[in-house]
């Protein structure tokens, strides 16, 4: 059974990466004259590929919790690239804080700089993020859910990172209400590797933190909630800690 979900999984990675460029070009010339399009085209290629996962590897995705639709912060935990599809698909108008090298991917750069993602240079988030804010406020860009990785990175299952306070400035800068998010995805599918495990992969938007709490106070209630969830949809899916 191992041998033949490793078969799957190298056909599905395949599919996948043939398809990206795919859809892509299919949704260009929309998304050259509409930002509906370039949206379209990512959540497409997202639901392509969580499709085709369920037949295809026998994995699952499932989001749970109230989604936010209006302006908020949404502090993610981040494991997989699955995870982020997810995100995406699940939020009416995501913006990501990223890399700034990711704007350099190919397909998946030009669709990032269409949407007005948040790219950033290593030690100048503060600035790109203060002018993103400040294109919302004029409105020359529409507001959206604005979605950053606390720990900055990827993170293995039962891996620990310290939660960086970028988050609680851009809580406090914001002044809006931040939705965390937990999730188990990096157990179906790591960060590395080929291997992509059959189950039921979950994205949970948890309760609200309103704005107004001291940044200390913010960031222990933010990565307690995050970190305790995505513990409870690793165990649930029959994850266990490596010296367990």
Excluded at 29 to 57: D, E, V
């Amino acid at each position: 059974m191992v041998i033949l979900q490793w078969i799957r999984s190298i056909l599905y990675i395949v599919q996948a990466t043939i398809m990206m460029p795919v859809i892509g070009l299919f949704y260009a010339p929309w998304a050259m004259f509409s930002l509906n399009g370039a949206y379209a085209a990512c959540k497409g290629y997202s639901r392509w590929c969580m499709w085709t996962a369920r037949w295809m590897i026998g994995l699952r995705c499932e989001v749970r919790g109230n989604v936010p639709e209006g302006e908020v912060l949404v502090a993610a935990k981040h494991q997989s690239f699955l995870d982020i599809m997810m995100i995406f698909t699940a939020l009416p108008r995501t913006k990501f804080i990223m890399k700034k090298e990711i704007l350099y991917t190919p397909v998946i750069g030009q669709y990032a700089k269409r949407m007005n993602m948040v790219a950033v240079d290593r030690g100048k988030r503060g600035k790109a993020i203060t002018k993103m804010l400040d294109d919302v406020k004029s409105g020359r860009i529409e507001a959206g859910q604005l979605v950053i990785y606390s720990q900055g990175t990827r993170v293995a299952p039962g891996a620990k990172a310290p939660y960086k306070a970028g988050t609680a400035a851009l809580y406090e800068q914001m002044a809006k209400p931040c939705v965390p998010v937990a999730t188990n995805a990096g157990y179906f599918w790591p960060r590395r590797g080929l291997y992509r495990r059959p189950g039921v992969a979950v994205v949970e938007f948890l309760d609200p933190i309103e704005p107004g709490l001291s940044k200390d106070a913010f960031m222990k209630e933010l990565e307690t909630n995050v970190e305790q969830v995505s513990d409870r949809l690793l165990y649930d899916a029959g994850w266990s800690a490596p010296n367990a």
